[in-house]
Structure formats: C-alpha cells, structure tokens
C-alpha cells in the first residue's frame, strides 16, 4: 500500500552518523577539545580580570570605531548588565560567539574566495550554504550533540553551521564585484592570480567581506539561546532556565543583555565595512604591508 | 632601431606631422623608417560560444557572421595586420565592431579562437602561462579606458605597480616611478589617491604606469574616450609628444576617427568583427575602401588630416632671377594671375612679383625685376595641416607659396582650393585655380607687349 510506503532518507541519515562516530571518533574528539580549548581561554581572559576593566576596554574599543559617545554608551550599558547580574553569563555568551563567529570566517572567507574563483565550486556551494542557513538548527544540533557530547562544544558547532553562509556569500560577491578591468589591468602586467587575489581583489572587495564578517557576527549571537538548550551556560542558558521556570523577571533581564552585547558587536564590526574608525587603521595598514611585503629582493641604495 | 618622426614645423610645433610623402614626390619628413615588426597579427578569430571552433571553419568557408550566430559570436573575424616598431597603429570602429575584444587578444587577456598574434619572437597565442606573464612584464603593457587604477594606492605605488610586478626593489622603482610620473607632468601629485584627481590627471597616472614599465609596446584601449573633449585634446597631443621622444610602439583603438586621423601613422577600419581597411590617414579619407569607410569619414575634420601637400597646385606663374619684367608679365597674362612667385635656380623661393608692378617697371625701361620684387611672402610648409592654412590663406593676397623642408617652392594653394579640398570636391579640369583676378587687364597688358621695344629683348624663363 502507498501508504506504508516511505523514503528511508531519515534512517539513512542516522545510520550514516553511526558510522561517522564508529569511524571518525577521534576526529570528532579532537573537534571537542580543539573548540572547548579555545572557549575556556576566551572565557578566562573575559571573566578572569575584574568586570570594570572589561567595561574600559569595551568602551574605548567603541569610541575608537564609532566616537566617543558610542564608547560613552557602551560603558553605560555594559554596567547596566552587572546591574542585573548578568555579567557571568554575558561573558560566557560573549566567549561563546566569539570563538564561533572566528572559526566561522576563517572557514566562509576562504570557500567564499573558492567560490569566486570557480564556477563549479560556486554552484556546488550555493545550495550547501541554502542547507545550512535554512534548515532548523534543532534538526542538527541532535548529531551534534552525539558527536560532541552535552556542553558548550555543540552550540558552537551549530552556531558555526547557521552563521558561516553570509560570510561565504558576500566574499564571493564581493570577489566578484570588483571592477574587471582593475583584474585585467592586474593581468595585463603580469600579475601572478595569488598576487591578483592579495593585492587587488580582496582589498577592493574588503568593505563587502566586513559586511559578510559582521553579518556572522550577527547570526551567531541569534543562536545564544540553540547553545543554551544542549548545555552551554551563558545567557542562552538563562533564558531555557527562565522559561522552564516561567520566570519573566530573569527572561527580561537576559534578553536585554543579548542585546546589549548584540547592539556593541554589530556597530563595532560594521564600522570596518563603511570605512570609518577602526577600518581606516586596519586597512591602512593591511596597504601598506600588502604594498611593501613582496620585497624579496634586497634593496638596492640609489 | 626607430624611427625618427618628422616633428613639428615652425607654424605648428603641436601639430602630428603625417608622414606621407606628397603626390609630387616632394618629401616633407626625414624618415628613418625600420621594416622591423614589433606585432603581428594573422589570421586571428575570436568567436564567443560553446562551438567555436565550428564557427570558424563556417566563417572560413565564406558564411557570414549573422549566419553562423546561432552557434557562436564572432566578435573578430580573420584579422590580420603587421605594425611597425615605432608606429602608432590606430584600430578604429564602433562599439560592437570587435576592436576591444581584438586589442585583447594582442597581449592574451583573452585566448585567440583561432589564428596566431606575435610580438617580437613570442608567439602570444601558444605560449604557457608563466612565459606569458613575462611577456606581459617586459614586452607590452596596456591603459584602459576607465584607468584601471588601484583605488588604495598612492599615484606613486600605482605608477610603481608594473615594475613591482617585475621585481624591481622597492628604493628603484620608487626613484623610477618619480621620474615617469615627472615626465606626464604630474609632480607634486605622488602621493594623493587616484579618488582625489581629475580623470584626465587619471589618465596620465594611467599611462605612467605603462610608460614606466620600459615596455616596447603600448596597447591603449580607449584611453581617452572617457575624457573630456579639451582634456583628450591635451592628452593626444602629449602622447605624440611622449611618442616621438620615447619611440614606442602604440596600437591605439578608438571609435572616434578623429582622434585616429590624429594620432595613426596609419588606421585600421573595423567594422562587425572584420577589419575592411588599412592604410594611412589620408588614404582612408581620400580612397576609402567602401561605402561604410566613406560614410564613416563624411564627418571627419578633414582640415586637421589633410596637409598642404594633399591639395597644392602645381605653381604655374614662376619667374626666374634673371627674367625680366616682359617676361614676367606675358606669364602672368597667359595664367591669368596677378602676381608670380621668383624662384632661385634651385626652386628655393625668393618672393612674389605683381603684374601692376611689373608693368610699370616695364613701362619706365626697367629691367631688374628684383627691385619690384615683394619678398615680404610668407611660405607654408608642406606638411601643414589644412586647419592651420586659413590664417596665412586670409592674410596673403597672393595664394599660398609651399615649400618644403629646404625652403624650395613646391606648390601652391590658391584660396578655391583651400574651400574646394575641405568641401570634399575633387578638383577637375574645369576648376578655375585662379585665386586673384589679374589687378590690371590682360588688355592692357597685351597692348603693351606689343608695342616695339627700344631695349633689348628680356630672355624668358
């Protein structure tokens, strides 16, 4: 009968990740240690020093990449959060979305440039990143938390998963972009296609890139709450414990430590996308070495 | 080995002087012209699409280019072409007609479908990637139409880019940068970002970067299309400046013939993807090739193409030193002028005689026409643009004497056909060449030659 009838695509998926842990284990271990390593210690440079000097550094990290009435705010919201007493939480959700949203570019920055370069890869990838960004991201926390284990490590794990498509998607366009005939001009002098990519493509495509890095940024605070729900503390932690609780007070005063933190991150990584503050140094800078850096020849005194 | 432009006359230092040799054999330029070719191009095709190769063997057998589209787009069909080391080689044609595609496939920025493009001893269209790289490196460099330039660097950096790519150290190529951005006239603008200049000052730091790479040849992709009409100006004039001092080899499109009647040593007329002529300025406009060519260069400028060479006269009314006044008068009757030029044994022009003196002269016994002689005549040369004829053509009452190089007499212009040569009408038999009716009839003039002479009788020319 058609109605008994199913696709097994399910069970081929779960028997599948069987066999990933059966065979794969060590990897899978080494993901765990690698992320849970690289959360610890940013935990323990945000939570270790008393909060006041978080606060300082916060702001004048603001001020410099948005003024000094941004950095003004700053400072008046992040002890708005220890009023609260959220602080805790707010560093663990920080230490959380920093370490994901990291590893996030460092994986989209490179497909994404993969993708602009060929054509194949760019249609293999579109609907991978489609899968990723779309799909409910309780359906893979479930692997994730057979593969890695109740913690902190499967929220960073699903985190990257959701966030990493915009970074991928604007390198690409923002590859894409830039104006062919500067990429010819590159060409027609001789250029090598490394030296085309690091000394005319990525810093032409560099503002789109910010708004790709800013946009995950973004997306991974919006998975606070995901991490929360398989056993990362935090503020995500807070509002399952809230809701469980039906606590309206505690949901309240984590929510608005979210986005405390959100509004902080999103202004400060968006100023390196519209070339204000922070950017203008950074680029300044990445200029001037991408300028100088391919000296392999010894100078020659005029 | 280059060769040696025939630059400036005294009228007009800005004005490119053509290099053709006048009709009458008269040369005007000092040529050194070497046979070496710097880029050759046979054969070539480049059709987009994912049967190409079939649209070329299609195209080979004489199908036309709207036949074989649904196959492919033939964006340049069977071109072929030699420029010379040291020319400027304009490519010209409307948008469309395969010229940008066609200046793409001279330094491999696209792969030729089929055919073969060299420069020097390389073989563009089969040669690895690398070998290729260096070409580019060493061989020929390029300048767009809309610059092109590294919106984060400085003009020095960008001007320093080529020899960067080279691997010249950082301290040479600085120095070498400074002096090619010196020599486009750019001091003092080293260090602002290409956002803060004008697109003419743009495209100087443009062509720096190509100029500053030592490269023998040029590929200039509409370089100045994207400039104003002063600025282009400007920047023409500069190039045949650049040009004649540095000797590069220039392959230049434009789709604005005037720009390519001033600046090609000769012009390649592209239209849909086939080049349907080759040759000198003056050859396209005096005999194009076909009715496209001709309705192309109806609206050409043609006072700034053509030279006094391409339209003089054969001077006619030319008495020598020692002829006397009934000589010079009987010349100017039969020619139906009002003045002769005197010329030197050697054709070197002394200055004008006029009938009104002349005849006075002969009338009160005179015989040295040189104490008449008016030596106030100011020559033109004969490489001189048309547009610069009309002010010496509206303050001479005589037509214009031209000479050539050493100053001899090698034709002349008479007003007429100063407007017919502009109006396009060819000169016929029936065009009167006369330029100034005789100021004393020819009546009188015979009356008096026949009266009986009490001197001796002058000798004629």
């Known amino acids: 009968m058609i109605t008994t009838f199913r696709l097994p695509i399910g069970d081929a998926v779960e028997s599948g990740i069987e066999a990933l842990t059966e065979t794969f ?16 210690s940013v935990e323990f440079v945000l939570l270790t020093p008393s909060f006041w000097i978080i606060i300082i550094v916060a702001a004048l990290l603001g001020a410099l990449a948005r003024g000094p009435l941004f950095g003004l705010g700053t400072a008046v919201g992040f002890t708005l959060i220890v009023g609260v007493d959220q602080w805790d939480a707010s560093m663990e959700t920080l230490a959380l979305v920093l370490v994901a949203a990291a590893i996030a570019i460092l994986l989209s920055v490179p497909i994404g440039i993969l993708a602009a370069k060929s054509r194949i890869a760019s249609t293999v990838i579109k609907p991978i990143l489609d899968v990723m960004q779309t799909m409910p991201a309780f359906v893979y926390l479930i692997p994730a938390l057979i593969l890695f284990r109740v913690g902190v490590v499967p929220g960073i794990v699903a985190t990257i998963i959701f966030a990493m498509a915009p970074g991928v998607r604007l390198t690409e366009l923002g590859i894409r972009r830039v104006d062919h005939e500067i990429v010819e001009a590159g060409q027609a002098f001789g250029s090598t296609p490394g030296r085309i990519l690091r000394q005319i493509q990525l810093p032409l495509a560099l503002p789109t890139i910010m708004a790709g890095i800013n946009q ?73 070495s991408a300028a100088s850096a391919p000296t392999d020849v010894v100078p020659v005194k005029p | 080995m280059k060769r040696v432009r025939c630059v400036a006359t005294v009228t007009n230092p800005d004005r490119n002087p053509q290099t053709s040799t006048p009709p009458d054999g008269g040369g005007v330029c000092q040529e050194t012209v070497t046979d070496s070719i710097a880029v050759k191009v046979e054969h070539v095709y480049k059709v987009f699409g994912r049967r190409a190769a079939d649209v070329v063997t299609r195209l080979e057998r004489g199908e036309t280019r709207d036949e074989v589209t649904p196959l492919g787009t033939a964006a340049v069909i069977d071109a072929s072409f030699s420029v010379r080391a040291g020319e400027i080689f304009v490519v010209m044609g409307l ?18 479908t089929s055919g073969t493009v060299t420069i020097g001893d390389d073989l563009i269209t089969d040669i690895s990637p690398a070998r290729l790289r260096e070409v580019r490196r060493r061989r020929v460099s390029m300048v767009f139409q809309h610059f092109a330039l590294l919106p984060h660097r400085s003009v020095l950096d960008n001007v320093a880019y080529g020899l960067e790519i080279q691997g010249v150290a950082r301290a040479e190529r600085i120095e070498r940068a400074r002096e090619t951005v010196a020599l486009v006239g750019l001091d003092g603008w080293e260090d602002k970002l290409p956002d803060e200049l004008s697109g003419g000052m743009k495209q100087r730091v443009g062509l720096a970067r190509a100029l500053a790479t030592d490269t023998d040849v040029l590929l200039m992709d509409e370089a100045f299309s994207a400039l104003d009409p002063l600025i282009r100006r400007e920047m023409q004039e500069q190039l045949i400046r650049l040009q004649s001092s540095l000797g590069k080899t220039i392959i ?41 060519v001709e309705q192309f260069v109806h609206d050409v400028d043609r006072a700034r193409v053509l030279t006094a060479a391409s339209v003089m006269e054969p001077a006619r009314a030319i008495v020598g030193p020692a002829s006397g006044p009934r000589a010079a008068l009987r010349l100017m009757r ?23 003196d002349a005849l006075t002269l002969a009338r009160n016994g005179g015989r040295d026409l040189e104490t008449i002689l008016d030596r106030d005549v100011t020559p033109v040369r ?17 037509p214009l004497p031209v ?59």
């Open chain 2, 252 to 292: 230049f499109i434009t789709h604005d013939l005037n720009e390519a009647m001033f600046l090609g040593d000769r012009i390649a007329v592209m239209r849909d993807g086939r080049i349907v002529q080759v040759g000198t300025p003056e050859e396209i406009l005096t005999d194009p090739a076909n009715d496209y």
């Open chain 1, 216 to 288: 995950v940024i973004m997306l991974s605070l919006s998975m606070v709450v995901i991490a929360g729900l398989v056993g990362a503390q935090g503020l995500g932690g807070q509002v399952v414990a809230s809701l469980g609780r039906i606590d309206i007070a505690l949901g309240f005063e984590a929510g608005l430590a979210v986005v405390i933190i959100a509004i902080f991150l999103d202004r400060v990584t968006a100023s390196f996308g519209t070339g204000k503050g922070l950017f203008i140094i950074i680029r300044r800078r990445w200029a001037a």
């Open chain 2, 382 to 398: 004969s490489d001189t643009a048309l547009s610069d004829l009309f002010v010496p053509a509206v303050e001479s009452a005589l």
């Open chain 2, 95 to 112: 948008s469309g007609s395969g010229k940008s595609t066609l200046i793409r496939m001279l330094n491999g920025l696209l792969p030729a």
């Open chain 2, 334 to 356: 039969d020619q139906q002028t009002s003045a002769a030029f005197m010329t030197a044994r050697d054709r070197t022009l002394l200055g004008a005689v006029r009938d009104w």
């Open chain 1, 25 to 40: 284990g060590w990897f899978f271990s080494f993901v765990r240690i690698l992320f849970q390593g690289m959360y610890d």
């Open chain 2, 403 to 461: 000479v050539d190089e050493n100053g001899r007499l090698v034709g002349v212009i008479p007003r007429v056909t100063l407007l017919a040569a502009l109006g396009n009408v060819m000169p016929t038999e029936e065009l009167a060449v006369i330029e100034q009716p005789p100021s004393v009839v020819a009546d009188a003039i015979t009356d008096f030659l026949e009266q009986p002479t009490s001197s001796a009788e002058e000798v004629a020319v």
